[in-house]
């Protein structure tokens, strides 16, 4: 009896600690790649870490990454969206048509535009979170009716006014310092907002556990269908406000080549280590998947590869990320 009290207890939390360092070992690698690129580039262009070259990666960076930081929401709570582009180029187009020349005018008819995106929103989070649609289906068929509303107000042709007011172009183009352009003060403001949100505060806990187990959540008490609403709404929200700061960039914009800009927001979250099935990851992870695509486009741009050669190197990484998911979550319940 006094030989098996003196034996040590068995490590009854041995597999979840596994299950921690795999998860952990996701992130991890990302880190590494970024830092790797870092190295190889510094050797290969001596422009790659220069601050003007950095500057300017997060200043491209900044529509892309606030539609990642939007479906970072949805993502968490198990959802989906196909209807973050066509909102990002709706609103995008809204705001060039407007082309507001004061202050005041920029400020309404930014509330405008992101109003009309919340209503987007709000049309998938009903169908989706209250009346228990697929996501693909609710929000592929909202991209479709965008993408006809903006066909027919376009013709398909280029939007833009005959010249661009100064607020907006200083909205798009200004800088505060030498190295730090408005766009990029707006990026870190709404990425610090989502960030405590997700980390700090009683939603974000609870969005992931919606991600993770559905029933589980619904037998916990949480309101799933109110919290699977309010990600969409807020995913659509974050491409309003995307939408206004593309449209800010440039005087006039061509529909059709503004629709890469959801299919990078994807692959970054993806990437970066965020769970694509739900209730996996963080807002760090989408910025070190931004980083390391933004990085990735940046160094084929200084090596002067092609673009359909970016595009092609864009579609690989897609598929290693999701199948470096679906390895990550199948070890996790092991």
């Not at 892309?64 to 949805?74: D, K, P």
């Not at 969409?232 to 206004?244: C, E, K, R, W």
């Not at 529909?255 to 769970?275: K, R």
Request: hydrophobic letters at 55%.
């Amino acid at each position: 009896m006094k030989r098996l009290m003196k034996e040590p207890l068995p490590r009854v939390t041995s597999k979840v600690e596994g299950r921690i360092d795999r998860a952990s070992l996701s992130e991890i690698i990302i880190w590494l790649a970024i830092i790797l690129l870092f190295i190889i580039m510094s050797f290969i262009s001596p422009t790659f870490l220069s601050v003007r070259n950095i500057v300017t990666v997060i200043k491209n960076l900044t529509t892309v990454s606030i539609l990642a930081f939007g479906l970072t929401f949805v993502f968490l709570s198990g959802g989906f969206d196909f209807s973050q582009g066509a909102i990002l180029l709706y609103s995008a187009i809204l705001i060039i048509s407007f082309n507001p020349g004061t202050v005041g005018g920029v400020f309404l008819y930014s509330l405008f535009v992101v109003g009309i995106a919340g209503l987007f929103g709000i049309f998938n989070g009903a169908l989706i979170g209250y009346c228990h649609l697929n996501p693909f289906v609710v929000t592929l068929g909202l991209r479709n009716i965008i993408a006809g509303i903006i066909f027919i107000s376009t013709a398909g042709m280029t939007v833009g006014a005959t010249a661009q007011s100064p607020i907006l172009e200083y909205l798009g183009l200004g800088r505060i310092t030498r190295w730090l352009p408005v766009q990029t003060v707006f990026l870190i403001v709404i990425a610090l907002i989502c960030w405590f949100i997700l980390q700090f505060t009683l939603y974000g806990r609870k969005l992931i556990l919606v991600g993770n187990s559905e029933i589980v959540s619904a037998y916990s008490g949480l309101k799933v269908e109110r919290l699977k609403f309010s990600s969409y709404v807020i995913n659509a929200l974050l491409a309003g406000i995307a939408g206004i700061l593309l449209g800010s960039q440039v005087s006039h914009l061509l529909p059709e080549l503004a629709w890469h800009y959801d299919y990078d927001a994807i692959t970054a979250c993806a990437v970066g280590g965020i769970s694509l099935l739900g209730g996996r990851g963080t807002l760090l992870n989408t910025i070190s998947g931004l980083l390391l695509l933004g990085f990735i486009n940046n160094s084929m741009i200084l090596l002067g590869l092609p673009f359909a050669w970016q595009q092609i190197l864009k579609g690989f990484v897609l598929f290693i990320a999701v199948a470096a998911d679906v390895w990550v979550r199948r070890k996790l319940y092991e």
